[in-house]
Antibody, heavy 119, light 109 residues
Framework: QMQLVQSGPEVKKPGTSVKVSCKAS????????MQWVRQARGQRLEWIGW????????NYAQKFQERVTITRDMSTSTAYMELSSLRSEDTAVYYC????????????WGQGTLVTVSS | EIVLTQSPGTLSLSPGERATLSCRAS???????LAWYQQKPGQAPRLLIY???SRATGIPDRFSGSGSGTDFTLTISRLEPEDFAVYYC??????????FGQGTKLEIK
């Protein structure tokens, strides 16, 4: 079945970077796109950016434009989201979500990765 | 930038009642690219509705979506205990490529 498995929880110091992985299975990775979304505790979903896997084209929310890089490795069917210059406000659960249908919806979601930024 | 505003922020209803959730866009949104998600505590969101009115695979028919342009609605015809959750609308379009609404919490009265 279609599955997205994310890397484990991270604890980072302010000013450092974090890289979260998302391994896909059960669907044609190269024909999909991958959204990245985060959610601070008790807060709304916040869209970070996405990558069209086949072309490698990316688009980021303006808020994260200067600090985020989304990449993919087609040989391992894995997408990555790296966020730099971390601050305490970046503490959140980070989700990847696969876009498979022509309606550009987040059809399948990873289980989420908790990133904690603390000195 | 398209902003999605959901209302109400919290909706308190009883099982068996009908729920109507609203999602209003600051600019016209293509109906093809308006989706609704359900999120329960401690879980990832789940796709409910795509293309404004089509149910995703496995979604019960008590869930329905409607609307066009700037006004979209998610209706749950008869609430079941498992329907109490937070609901988000999302649009796909131009920059930013995706936007979420702030969510509506559906709670048991």
């Amino acid at each position: 079945q279609m599955q997205l498995v994310q890397s484990g929880p991270e604890v980072k110091k302010p000013g450092t970077s974090v890289k979260v992985s998302c391994k896909a299975s059960g669907f044609t990775f190269t024909s999909s796109a991958m959204q990245w979304v985060r959610q601070a505790r008790g807060q709304r979903l916040e869209w970070i950016g996405w990558i069209v896997v086949g072309s490698g084209n990316t688009n980021y929310a303006q808020k994260f434009q200067e600090r985020v890089t989304i990449t993919r490795d087609m040989s391992t069917s894995t997408a990555y989201m790296e966020l730099s210059s971390l601050r305490s406000e970046d503490t959140a659960v980070y989700y990847c979500a696969a876009v498979i249908s022509g309606y550009f919806t987040a059809d399948y979601w990873g289980q989420g990765t908790l990133v904690t930024v603390s000195s | 930038e398209i902003v999605l505003t959901q209302s109400p922020g919290t909706l308190s209803l009883s099982p068996g009642e009908r729920a109507t959730l609203s999602c209003r866009a600051s600019q016209s949104v293509s109906s093809s690219y308006l989706a609704w998600y359900q999120q329960k505590p401690g879980q990832a969101p789940r796709l409910l509705i795509y293309g404004a009115s089509s149910r995703a695979t496995g979604i019960p028919d008590r869930f329905s979506g409607s609307g066009s342009g700037t006004d979209f609605t998610l209706t749950i015809s008869r609430l079941e205990p498992e329907d109490f959750a937070v609901y988000y609308c999302q649009q796909y379009g131009s920059s930013p490529v995706y936007t979420f609404g702030q969510g509506t919490k559906l709670e048991i009265k």
